[in-house]
C-alpha cells in the first residue's frame, strides 16, 4: 500500500505513528511546497510543487497539515488546522502576482475613493445658487446640466490624446503616474479657487444680484468646468489599473479574482458616500475636494509598488512597451536617407487613432465591446433618467427624496458586494463568459417589459393596472441594472483583455474605457434632448418605450460579442500563444 492510502485508510493510531509535515522553504522567486513523509530512516518524498510566480490554485488551500508526536489530541489538531490557514495566508503573500495584483487593486481602491468624496461635492457645488447654477441670476439647474454633460465626451477625448502621448513617452507607469497625479492637481486647485472666489462674492445680497456679479460668473464657470472633468476622468485611471491588473492574470486567475477585485472599490466608494456627509460639514465642500486630491495623490504610491515587484520578477507588462520603442529605434537607424513622404508616413503610423484602428482591425473583439458599451450605457442613462423623474414626482421634498437616493444607491453598493465577493467567484467557473453576456440584456429585457406594460408586475413590483410604471417597478430595473454594470458586467470587460496583447490592453481598452462609456451617455442624453425638442417634453411612459428599446439594442450587441469572446479554455489556449510570443 502506498504513502497515500496508509494516510487515507490506515486507523487513527497509524497515521499518528507516520508523521507528516508541511515545509515552506520560500525565496525572492520561488516557492516551493512540500510534503515530507518522516519518521526513522524513511526517506523524505516531495508531494507538490508551485511556482511561487503563479498564484495560488483553490485547491492548495485544502492542504492538511499533521504533526506532533504520539498521543495528539483535539487541542493540537486545532493549533495544526491554524496553522495550516496561517500557512495559506503567507504562501499567497509571498507571491510576487498577488502582491503586485493586490498593490493594484489598492491604487485603485483609493482612487475610487477619491472619487467617490470628489462626486458629490462637485454635484453640490454645481447646483448650489452661490456658487453653480441653482439659481435664475445667468442661468439654472435645468439647462446647465444637459449643456454640461455634453461636453463630458469631449473633454474624455482630450484626456484621451494626453494619455497617448504620456503612453508613448513614459510606458504604462508613466503614464498612470502623470495622468494620476495630473488629476489629482487639478482637484486641489479647483478646490482652491473655488474657496478663493467664494470669498470674493457678497453675502449681503440676493441670489440674482450674487449671479450678476464678476466674481460669481467665473465661480460658475470653474465649477461647470470642474463637473465635466470629474465626470470624464474616472474612466481613464481605472482604464490604467485594470489593463495592468489583465496583464500579469491567466484567464483562469481572472475568472477568480476579478469580481473581488471589484468589490474592494465597491467597499471604499460606499465608505467615502457614508463619510462625506460629516466631512463636508467640518471642512466644507472645498475642504473635501483638497481631501480626495490628497487621497488620489496617494494612491500612486501603491502603483509604483505594483510595477516594481512586476519589474523585479520579471513579469512587467512595460517590457513590451520597451521593446517596440527600441524596435522603432531600430528601424529610423537603418533609414539612412528617409524621404518627406516617408516620414509622414512613419508619423501617422505612430499616432494615437492609427495605432487604434491598427488594434479594432486585428481583434474584432474590441470593435463588438465598443458597440456593447454604447448600447449598455444608452439603457443605464435612460432608465437613470426614468428613475430620477419618478423620484421627483413621488418625492417633492428635497430632504426625502436625498435620502431615499442615498439608501438606493446603498442598496447597489451592498447587493454588488455580494455579487463579487460571493456569487461570482464561486460560479464563474461553471458559466463561460458568452451565457453570462448574454444572459444581462435578457434580464434587463424582462425588466423593463413591465415598464410598457405595468399590468405585468402583476402587483409584485407595484404594476397593479396603472397606465404609468410605479416608482417601485422603475427603481428595481434601475437597481438591476446598476447591479449588474457593477458586479457581473465590469468581471466579464476585464476578462475580455486578459488573452490579448500589449496594444490591446493599453491603448484599445483606454480607447474603449474613455470614449465608449462617456459617449454612451452623450448620445444618449444627446438623443433625449433632440426628442424634446421636436416634440415637446418626454413623459415616463414615452421613455419607459425608449428603456425597452435599448435593452432590445443592448441584447443584439452582446449576442454579437458573445460570440467572439472565447471560452475559457480557449481564452486559456490564446493567453500562452501570446505569452509565448512576447518571450
Not at 126 to 154: C, E, H, N, Q
Request: hydrophobic share 45%; with cysteine; charged share 15%.
Amino acid at each position: 500500500m502506498d504513502g497515500e492510502s496508509q494516510l487515507l485508510h490506515v486507523p487513527r493510531r497509524r497515521t499518528q505513528q507516520q508523521q507528516w509535515h508541511v515545509v515552506n522553504d520560500f525565496s525572492s522567486r520561488r516557492g516551493v511546497l512540500m510534503m515530507l513523509r518522516g519518521g526513522g530512516d524513511d526517506s523524505s518524498k516531495i508531494s507538490h510543487v508551485y511556482d511561487d510566480n503563479d498564484l495560488l490554485e483553490e485547491d492548495d488551500a485544502s492542504i492538511l497539515v499533521r504533526g506532533g508526536g504520539n498521543g495528539l489530541d483535539a487541542s493540537n489538531n486545532k493549533t495544526s488546522n491554524s496553522n495550516s490557514v496561517v500557512s495559506f495566508i503567507t504562501t499567497l503573500l509571498s507571491s510576487p502576482r498577488t502582491l503586485a495584483a493586490l498593490s493594484m487593486a489598492t491604487c485603485m481602491s483609493l482612487h475610487y475613493l477619491a472619487y467617490s468624496l470628489a462626486r458629490p461635492a462637485t454635484m453640490t457645488l454645481f447646483t448650489s445658487s452661490r456658487l453653480g447654477f441653482g439659481g435664475d441670476g445667468g442661468g439654472s439647474v435645468s439647462s446647465a446640466y444637459p449643456l454640461a454633460m455634453t461636453f463630458i465626451g469631449p473633454a474624455s477625448f482630450v484626456l484621451l490624446l494626453l494619455y497617448g502621448i504620456a503612453l508613448d513617452a513614459g510606458g504604462p507607469y508613466g503614464a498612470l503616474k502623470l495622468t494620476t497625479l495630473g488629476c489629482a492637481s487639478i482637484l486641489g486647485l479647483s478646490a482652491l479657487v473655488v474657496d478663493r472666489m467664494d470669498a470674493m462674492i457678497p453675502n449681503d445680497v440676493d441670489v440674482v444680484a450674487a449671479g450678476s456679479t464678476t466674481a460669481s460668473r467665473m465661480t460658475r464657470y470653474i465649477v461647470g468646468a470642474l463637473f465635466v472633468f470629474r465626470e470624464s476622468y474616472v474612466q481613464l485611471l481605472t482604464s490604467q489599473h485594470w489593463s495592468f491588473i489583465s496583464s500579469i492574470l491567466t484567464p483562469s486567475e481572472s475568472s477568480r479574482w476579478f469580481a473581488p477585485i471589484s468589490g474592494l472599490t465597491s467597499i471604499t466608494s460606499a465608505l467615502a458616500a457614508a463619510g462625506v456627509g460629516k466631512m463636508s460639514a467640518l471642512l466644507g465642500l472645498q475642504g473635501v475636494l483638497l481631501v480626495a486630491a490628497v487621497v488620489l495623490s496617494g494612491s500612486i504610491g501603491f502603483g509604483r509598488m505594483a510595477y516594481s515587484i512586476a519589474e523585479k520578477n520579471g513579469f512587467n507588462p512595460a517590457e513590451e512597451h520597451d521593446r517596440k520603442k527600441k524596435k522603432q529605434k531600430q528601424q529610423k537607424q537603418q533609414q539612412l536617407v528617409p524621404s518627406t513622404s516617408s516620414n509622414n508616413n512613419h508619423a501617422d503610423k505612430d499616432s494615437l487613432f492609427a495605432k487604434a484602428g491598427d488594434v479594432f482591425a486585428r481583434e474584432p473583439t474590441l470593435w463588438a465591446l465598443f458597440c456593447e458599451i454604447l448600447a449598455c450605457q444608452g439603457l443605464s442613462t435612460l432608465l437613470n433618467v426614468c428613475c430620477i423623474t419618478r423620484v421627483s414626482e413621488a418625492m417633492p421634498d428635497d430632504a426625502e427624496r436625498a435620502g431615499w437616493m442615498g439608501k438606493f444607491f446603498a442598496a447597489i453598493n451592498v447587493l454588488s458586494c455580494v455579487l463579487q465577493f460571493g456569487v461570482l467567484p464561486a460560479t464563474s467557473s461553471y458559466f463561460e463568459p458568452g451565457t453570462l453576456w448574454r444572459g444581462m440584456p435578457l434580464l434587463m429585457l424582462a425588466m423593463t417589459l413591465p415598464l410598457v406594460f405595468p399590468k405585468l408586475g402583476f402587483g409584485f413590483i407595484g404594476g397593479g393596472g396603472s397606465t404609468d410604471p410605479s416608482l417601485a417597478m422603475v427603481a428595481s430595473a434601475f437597481l438591476v441594472m446598476k447591479t449588474l454594470e457593477f458586479s457581473v458586467r465590469r468581471m466579464l470587460d476585464e476578462m475580455v483583455y486578459v488573452p490579448l496583447d500589449y496594444e490591446s490592453r493599453f491603448l484599445g481598452k483606454e480607447v474603449i474605457g474613455v470614449l465608449g462609456y462617456r459617449f454612451g451617455k452623450s448620445a444618449a442624453s444627446l438623443t433625449l434632448s433632440a426628442i424634446t425638442s421636436s416634440f415637446g417634453a418626454v413623459g415616463l411612459r414615452e421613455l419607459s418605450y425608449l428603456t425597452t428599446g435599448a435593452a432590445t439594442l443592448w441584447l443584439g450587441a452582446a449576442w454579437r460579442l458573445s460570440n467572439l469572446v472565447p471560452t475559457r479554455e480557449q481564452a486559456e489556449e490564446a493567453y500562452k500563444k501570446m505569452k509565448k510570443k512576447e518571450d
